[in-house]
């Protein structure tokens, strides 16, 4: 018969785990159930905007109900719990077709934020903000190709693990020239082949999908950045300004300088 000896650490861990889950028990101090936590973290993944936003602007991290106690302290014990949540937003998108640097980075920067709050309200704010943001992005992923046909998008849509490590090579490449001919080689498939699986499952041609990429990461960079519009069209790979300005009013129905205008202030053009 084997078994494991255990030595002293072991065996005061052992005992201290004993008298917790006893006095859990008596103080029925329970965790909320898988169900309903499994629920919430598929809607952000499903980018369910309504239900995240109703839960998560109504309920404070210290007033949940199932809340595990990882700290005595109470803002430690706030800290952990954002973390936690953090990782099981930014699994669960992956899971549903978030580019996988996209979601750990997203999570990264969301706790480097929250590491500097002082009290439990800022922290519940940035919850709200970071569970807002992931199922904002996974609603526009979802939807991205579907609401341009006029089709339903289906709730649970997830892509295959092939169509995912696209969207992760696309994703890490959006700031330069991305070839078809360059991703079938990176994900070891048939261009043709790639093309057409790449099309059943996100409604969108490889190439309308890197456009819109692309053009979402512009906004951004119009929004928040002072690049010119010749440094931006230079910098995510299009062969010229002016095709940088055609694309951009096709895709969002303004030139790059309305944009601009519109939501970051002074346009900053050559």
Not at 143 to 149: C, V
Not at 155 to 165: A, E, R
Not at 226 to 243: K, R
Request: with cysteine; net charge neutral.
């Amino acid at each position: 018969m084997y078994y494991i000896r255990k030595g002293g650490e072991s065996m005061n861990l052992e005992r201290k785990w004993f008298y917790k889950e006893y006095s859990n028990r008596e103080e029925q101090q329970l965790h909320s159930s898988y169900e309903t936590e499994l629920y919430f973290y598929q809607a952000i993944a499903n980018g369910d905007i309504p239900y995240i936003d109703a839960v998560s602007s109504q309920e404070h991290f210290e007033e949940l109900e199932g809340l595990g106690t990882l700290s005595h302290n109470s803002i430690r014990n706030v800290r952990y719990h954002f973390v936690i949540s953090a990782s099981l937003a930014s699994r669960a998108c992956i899971d549903g077709g978030m580019p996988l640097e996209e979601a750990f980075g997203l999570a990264d920067f969301y706790i480097q934020q929250m590491d500097s709050l002082k009290t439990a309200l800022e922290i519940d704010r940035l919850t709200y903000e970071m569970n807002m943001d992931f199922t904002n992005r996974m609603y526009q992923l979802k939807h991205l190709s579907y609401d341009k046909q006029n089709e339903s998008c289906p709730k649970n849509k997830s892509y295959s693990k092939l169509i995912q490590k696209c969207m992760n090579y696309i994703y890490h490449n959006l700031h330069g020239t991305i070839r078809i001919s360059d991703l079938a080689d990176h994900v070891k498939r048939n261009k043709s082949h790639l093309s057409r699986v790449f099309k059943e499952e996100t409604g969108l041609t490889i190439q309308n999908y890197i456009t819109q990429k692309k053009i979402q990461e512009a906004k951004g960079m119009l929004k928040y950045t002072d690049f010119t519009c010749s440094e931006i069209a230079l910098n995510l790979g299009f062969s010229s300004q002016s095709h940088f300005t055609k694309v951009f009013k096709v895709q969002t129905g303004v030139t790059p300088k309305v944009y601009k205008e519109k939501h970051g202030g002074k346009a900053v053009f050559n």
